[in-house]
């Protein structure tokens, strides 16, 4: 941290501060964590979860999305979801039977509505204490952080992951721009 100039350093500490804070007043815990299901475990509802909001996954990238988990505890986690017939794997290259990705069934993505439904009411909670001017600032400069991140770029790789031998893409991929329509109101805070 010694090459980090003096108001670089000054923002990291108050940025550990502030993180700090945020957690004690408890909205640091994941929106995913422990979404409520009877039968399933919460890494379960929670790659439910990423699958309806990226779609069609790669293993490896739903791995990503889930924390890193290793492939064999993902795949033991898949064989649970496709037993529950809530996802299926489809191979994404003919010629390369590796390469597998997973999308939801019609029962899975019911299940994923109901758990969205949950991460948006939580959701809700945190940027409700705020007026709307603050929150349109806080997603303004959020957006504006993803984007220096580079996730934009990634969302390209994922796209570039689900394209078909022959160049088409398997399905449309979700712009991570793009804002749905979450039906979410001040009632839900």
């Known amino acids: 941290m010694s090459e980090l100039s003096a108001e670089v350093r000054v923002q990291v500490a108050r940025l550990r501060n502030l993180?700090?804070?945020v957690a004690r007043c408890g909205a640091l815990s994941s929106p995913l964590g422990?979404?409520?299901?009877?039968?399933l475990d919460p890494m379960?509802?929670?790659a439910i979860w990423w699958l309806k909001a990226e779609s069609l996954l790669p293993v490896n990238v739903l791995a990503?999305?889930?924390g890193g988990i290793a492939l064999p505890r993902l795949s033991r986690?898949?064989?649970r979801l496709e037993d529950a017939k809530l996802v299926q794997r489809e191979r994404s290259v003919r010629h390369d039977r590796r390469r597998v990705r997973v999308r939801l069934t019609e029962q899975g993505r019911a299940l994923a509505e109901r758990a969205d439904?949950?991460?948006q009411e939580r959701m809700a909670r945190l940027l409700m204490p705020l007026g709307g001017e603050q929150r349109s600032a806080l997603m303004d400069l959020l957006e504006g952080w993803v984007e220096?991140?580079?996730?934009?770029?990634?969302?390209?790789e994922i796209a570039a992951e689900e394209t078909d031998a022959d160049g088409t893409r398997a399905t449309p991929h979700p712009r991570l721009t793009?804002?749905?329509?979450?039906?979410?109101t001040a009632n839900a805070a």
């Open 148 to 156: 220096a991140l580079g996730c934009w770029n990634r969302a390209e």
């Open 77 to 79: 986690l898949l064989d």
């Open 44 to 46: 379960e509802v929670q």
């Open 64 to 66: 990503d999305r889930l």
């Open 117 to 119: 439904t949950v991460v």
């Open 19 to 21: 993180v700090i804070d």
């Open 34 to 39: 422990a979404l409520p299901h009877q039968e």
């Open 178 to 184: 793009a804002v749905e329509d979450v039906g979410v």
